[in-house]
């Protein structure tokens, strides 16, 4: 059994839709283009796709995976022809390539995600911005609380972050470049990353209409990065 | 998007809805009408008819509140009666038409060749007039264009109508998210207190192959992985077990499953139900309607408590273990002892299962809804019970479904009752509806949001009784608002149904038995198609 394993993307057209209605929209994709996917067994039986990440709603994404189980293999260039006319505006096919064997799952591998984070600015000093990214960058530990309808957690920002924040100046606004590591124990949201930088460094940004894309998901070991259709 | 200053667009080409030439409602429940003065008034377009000239869209409602639309005439240029498929092209082809020419006459042009259509009401071409009482004493149209009486359009075989097969495939999670697969229309079992029983008369199956070339097509340009077989009475298809074997066989290698939406209270559904749905034991679902056997005759229900028995015994020996049953109260002639026969029921059930499976264990969910009268069916005459008294039979049937194992629900009495003036109101209701609409009413039948005090305000502020309309018993030769709007069904077949309905003789199902002269297939020039008899 063969997995064909895609890098898709999430545009802006679906930028609001939540992981499980984009993971249905790949489904029904992958019906309407015949491939020959493999169903879970049992008496509801699932079609056995596996994404490396789950997106937020509001987040876009140039580089996301999906690993498709297939029951056979279809030619490669005839499969990505017949998925890119099946699927709707909003999802691009990248990359794909075969993988044979019993390879573990993405969502266990990927251990890096990158992000462009764009959000107006509330002062016109770009010093100020500058500032308060290297005091976030240089501090030992951040922390965070996260709400959620289970109570409040507290999380340390700065174990998750994989390189220091960096910032390119726009007109009127900032983007701000995140590497973020995922781990098996955790992680950290890029836009609670904004909130921690908003609320204990005083970024002077518009934290209400902040855009968030993912630029990248990757296999790293701290010195080289792979995307997973790279491996 | 008040606040931001969005006007509604629609999801599909992120257009202003202001911006198109028709603009569609379907009106499926009284209710929802606060909600379409709602997005009128979010797309920015004036909510009466009259306030609106050639450059706004024009306003059309569909759907079975059409067939007594009087409530909501003040605020849409046209109402169609009927079945959509063909109406819709003429429609678009005389508005086409119309706008090419330069939008000749303006408004009113286009109106009165709208109104020259079969099927196409224009509310303000006609005039009403009351007697003192309150009752209507005319309604006339006021153009020579509008005919007397306007009556729905009917697709005569479903098999060479035109079908949507590349329905657009939301990203969200809709309600029917699904293939719905209509395998035919109508339903003539001749439940007394079914609207769509005689609305959507008579019974036109599409054909075996037919539904499959069409499940087949849908499969492809949609992906759906379920295809729900959907009618108003789907076991009654005629060819269903071919159907669903094919269906099966077909599409299982793309992991397609097929389910059904309604059960018949026989042996025979349940057998199907489970094949559709494997093993998959989520509860099983029947509508007695009502409960004793005198009762399910005046209705013309026609279900015995034997088949009842022999259903739920098939889905208990089947490995089924829950079961829900629907039911309603308030029904013409109901007495205690019919509401206390629900419980009788439910508790039969219960013991059943003790007597298949040697212990207890099931489950029993008892709904019961509160009975709205509603237009053009044999009840259109009846008083609906008062709020109170849907209360006290509540209670009463309450008090004695005390079981760990039986969960009771029931239905809102007061929404009941506004759904019953507005079911059968006349015009002078759209003031009303506008200023309970401006008083903040909104989604109206979702409880939490239903404010039946800005709804009485608005009944006393307009000077307008609500009991009128919904709990007032009304004579034969009472001209009802809705007399010029026609399902096919006479008049004459409702009040002998009705009387019928009192004296407890049950009416035959004209599908496969006698005709019960209706009068929609000679007057609408169609027939029963049914392959099971005919093929
Ligand atoms: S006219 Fe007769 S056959 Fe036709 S729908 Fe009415 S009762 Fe049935």
């Known amino acids: 059994m063969a997995k064909l394993r895609l890098e898709i993307t999430k545009g802006e057209e679906i930028r609001y839709i939540s992981h499980l209605d984009y993971a249905s929209a790949m489904e029904r994709a992958i019906i309407r283009a015949k491939i020959p996917v493999a169903y879970s067994e049992g008496f509801n039986p699932h079609m056995k796709l596996s994404f490396a990440s789950a997106l937020a709603v509001g987040v876009t994404s140039q580089a996301e995976y999906v690993d498709i189980e297939c029951k056979e293999e279809v030619d490669l260039s005839q499969a990505i022809k017949r998925l890119t006319a099946a699927l709707p505006l909003g999802i691009l096919i990248k990359g794909a390539k075969y993988i044979q064997g019993n390879v573990p799952a993405l969502m266990a591998i990927v251990n890096l995600a990158t992000y462009d984070v764009t959000v107006p600015l509330l002062a016109e000093d770009i010093g100020i911005i500058e500032d308060s990214i290297r005091w976030f960058n240089e501090a030992e530990t951040v922390s965070y609380v996260r709400e959620s309808p289970k109570g ?40 609670e990353v904004v909130v921690a930088l908003v609320g204990m460094f005083d970024l002077p940004v518009d934290i209400d209409n902040l855009l968030i894309h993912r630029t990248g998901l990757y296999i790293s070991d701290g010195n080289v990065q792979v995307s997973p259709v790279e491996l | 998007m008040r606040e931001r200053n969005i006007p509604l667009y629609t999801l599909e080409s992120l257009k202003p809805v202001k911006e198109f030439d028709i603009v569609g409602f379907s009106l499926q429940y009284e209710m ?201 009475s789907s076991a009654d298809y005629s060819c269903l077990p071919g159907l669903v074997d094919s269906l099966m066989d ?113 489950k029993v969910t008892v709904s019961v809804s509160c009975f709205v009268p509603k237009p053009h069916t044999p009840f259109q005459w009846f008083g609906q019970n008062i709020a109170g008294e849907f209360e006290r039979k509540q209670q009463l049937l309450k008090a004695r479904l005390r079981d760990k194992n039986i969960t009771f629900n029931w239905h809102d009495a007061r929404t009941s009752f506004l759904e019953g003036a507005f079911a059968r109101g006349d015009r002078r209701l759209g003031q009303v509806l506008l200023k309970a609409w401006q008083n903040g009413a909104r989604f109206d039948g979702w409880s939490e949001y239903f404010k039946y005090d800005v709804w009485m305000d608005a009944f006393k502020t307009c000077g307008m009784d609500p009991y009128f309309y919904a709990t007032r018993d009304r004579n034969f030769d009472e001209i009802m608002p809705w007399d010029h709007l026609s399902s096919g069904a006479s008049k004459e077949f409702l009040q002998r149904e009705y009387e019928q309905a009192v004296t407890e003789q049950l009416t035959s199902d004209c599908r496969r038995e006698n005709c019960s002269a209706c009068g929609v297939c000679p007057g609408l020039g169609v027939e029963v198609l049914d392959w099971g008899n005919k093929a």
């Open chain 2, 250 to 362: 077909e599409l299982k290698e793309q992991g397609v499953s097929v389910s059904l939406p309604s059960l018949r209270i026989d042996s025979f559904s349940i057998d199907l139900a489970q094949k559709v749905q494997q093993v998959r034991k989520s509860g099983l679902t029947f509508a007695p309607e009502a409960g004793s056997q005198r009762l399910r005759d005046v209705i013309n229900k026609g279900v015995t408590q034997k088949n009842l028995e022999d259903a739920v015994t098939a889905a208990f020996q089947a490995g089924w273990s829950s079961v829900k049953l629907y039911f309603m109260m308030g029904l013409p002639t109901e007495t205690d002892e019919d509401v206390l026969g629900i419980a009788d029921l439910a508790y039969k059930v219960l013991d059943l299962y003790k007597e298949i499976k040697g212990r207890r264990g099931a």
């Open chain 2, 32 to 232: 929802s009408y606060s909600n379409v003065l709602n997005m009128l008034d979010l797309a920015r377009i004036p909510l009466l008819t009259v306030e609106r000239d050639e450059n706004m869209p024009i306003i059309i409602g569909g759907g079975p509140c059409t067939f007594n639309g009087e409530p909501v005439a003040d605020f849409f240029d046209c109402l169609v009666l009927g079945e959509g498929e063909e109406v819709m092209e003429d429609i678009v082809a005389a508005v086409a038409a119309w706008k090419k020419l330069g939008k000749v006459d303006g408004k009113s042009g286009i109106l009165k060749k709208l109104a020259q259509i079969g099927g196409v009401y224009v509310p303000s071409l006609y005039d009403v007039t009351y007697h003192e009482d309150g009752t209507v004493a005319n309604v006339a149209p006021n153009s020579p264009e509008a005919p007397a009486v306007v009556t729905k359009r009917v697709v005569k075989d479903l098999n060479t109508v035109g079908y949507a097969t590349k329905p657009i495939v939301p990203f969200l999670d809709i309600v029917h998210d699904r293939i719905m697969l209509e395998l035919f229309r109508g339903c003539t079992r001749g439940c007394r207190f079914c609207q769509a029983g005689v609305l959507y008369r008579p019974v036109r199956e599409r054909r075996p192959e037919v539904l499959l070339k069409m499940a087949k097509e849908m499969v492809d340009s949609t992906g759906y992985n379920e295809i729900s077989l959907t009618s108003l």
């Open chain 1, 152 to 191: 409040k957690k507290e999380i340390e920002v700065k174990q998750y972050m994989a390189k220091a924040v960096k910032i390119v100046p726009l007109e009127k606004a900032v983007r701000l470049m995140l590497e973020i590591k995922i781990t098996p124990t955790g992680s950290i949201k890029p836009g």
